[in-house]
């Protein structure tokens, strides 16, 4: 091992290593507790559909969203940066734990509003939707909140889930394309 201290790598070094390879993309380092972080900085207006910012380009530089299966979960958007973090081990004999950071997202809060109140007019009105982000994935989440599952015969393959996204897509039109984001649903409140 190199004689690094426990608080200090060779910062400058390891964001040109990892930018070299990826000239795309923004990374940055942050220490938290006595773990450093490479972070690659996700632009989530080039992400979204809704933005006005879209970049096709970039976003299929961090996802594929053809993949389904066992590809998907082996091809996973954190494993670019995983892959990043092994060469820097080895050249640099650091170990650093990887995850995504966002910037350009306070335009969320208007897509956002625009969902909660397209919610209101749904069937499901009590619903809370809440746009977050996860260090383990590039794409926005939107979450569902207060959720309760209605179970019918469900041999159409028709989920409530499913069901729920078409109709609040209906109502937002082409104003907004949940499309863009990765929903889940939970009966919990937020």
Same mark, same amino acid.
């Given at each position: 091992?190199?004689?690094?201290?426990?608080?200090r790598i060779p910062e400058k070094a390891i964001l040109s290593f990892?930018?070299?390879?990826?000239?795309?993309?923004?990374?940055?380092?942050?220490?938290?507790?006595?773990?450093?972080?490479?972070?690659?900085?996700?632009?989530?207006?080039?992400?979204?559909?809704?933005?006005?910012?879209?970049?096709?380009?970039?976003?299929e530089a961090l996802i594929d969203d053809s993949l389904t299966g066992?590809?998907?979960?082996?091809?996973?958007?954190?494993?670019?940066? @995983?892959? =990043?973090? /092994?060469?820097? *081990?080895?050249?640099? %004999?650091?170990?650093?734990?990887? #995850?995504?950071?966002?910037?350009?997202?306070?335009?969320?809060?208007?897509?956002?509003?625009?969902?909660?109140?397209?919610?209101?007019?749904?069937?499901?009105?009590?619903?809370?939707?809440?746009?977050?982000?996860?260090?383990?994935?590039?794409?926005?989440?939107?979450?569902?909140?207060?959720?309760?599952?209605?179970?019918?015969?469900?041999?159409?393959?028709?989920?409530?889930?499913? @069901?729920? =996204?078409? /109709?609040?897509? *209906?109502?937002?039109? %082409?104003?907004?394309?949940?499309? #863009?984001?990765?929903?889940?649903?939970?009966?919990?409140?937020?």
């Open positions: 091992m190199s004689d690094i201290t426990p608080n990892a930018q070299m390879g990826n000239p795309m993309f923004e990374f940055k380092i942050e220490q938290h507790h006595n773990d450093f972080y490479l972070m690659l900085v996700v632009d989530c207006e080039k992400m979204d559909k809704n933005s006005g910012k879209f970049d096709p380009e970039y976003r066992i590809q998907a979960f082996v091809n996973r958007p954190i494993g670019k940066i @995983e892959r =990043i973090a /092994e060469e820097i *081990k080895k050249f640099f %004999s650091v170990e650093v734990r990887v #995850s995504f950071n966002f910037k350009n997202y306070k335009y969320l809060d208007q897509i956002e509003h625009k969902i909660q109140r397209a919610v209101k007019q749904t069937s499901r009105p009590e619903i809370n939707a809440v746009i977050s982000a996860e260090g383990d994935n590039p794409v926005v989440r939107l979450g569902l909140y207060n959720f309760k599952k209605i179970f019918k015969n469900s041999s159409e393959g028709k989920t409530d889930n499913k @069901e729920f =996204i078409k /109709e609040l897509q *209906k109502v937002l039109g %082409s104003e907004v394309d949940l499309e #863009s984001y990765r929903w889940f649903t939970t009966s919990g409140q937020k």
